[in-house]
């Protein structure tokens, strides 16, 4: 990929990049999607361990900070 490009994969694709063998800083950023009546399931998985520690099983992940609504059907 060029500098600047961008790529989407499906969360069960695994993938991956060689050694960033420059002198810069190689940047990254992950999304997930889930539908609005999504609860924790008790798995610490991506989640920022501060927030996990405060989550039960069942809680919905309802931080607008971490977990913004980005569409609804009304």
């Known amino acids: 990929m060029a500098a600047g490009?961008?790529?989407f994969h499906n969360g069960?694709?695994?993938n991956g990049a060689g050694a960033n063998m420059t002198r810069h800083?190689?940047?990254a950023m992950t999304?997930?999607?889930m539908p609005i009546n999504s609860?924790?399931?008790g798995n610490q998985s991506i989640l920022p361990t501060n927030?996990?520690?405060n989550l039960?099983?069942?809680d919905l992940p309802n931080d607008d900070q971490?977990?913004?609504i980005v569409y609804k059907i009304n």
């Open 25 to 27: 800083r190689r940047i």
């Open 31 to 33: 999304c997930a999607y």
């Open 39 to 41: 609860t924790f399931n």
């Open 51 to 53: 927030y996990f520690n």
């Open 66 to 68: 971490l977990n913004p």
């Open 5 to 7: 490009d961008c790529s």
């Open 12 to 14: 069960l694709v695994a």
């Open 56 to 58: 039960k099983e069942g």
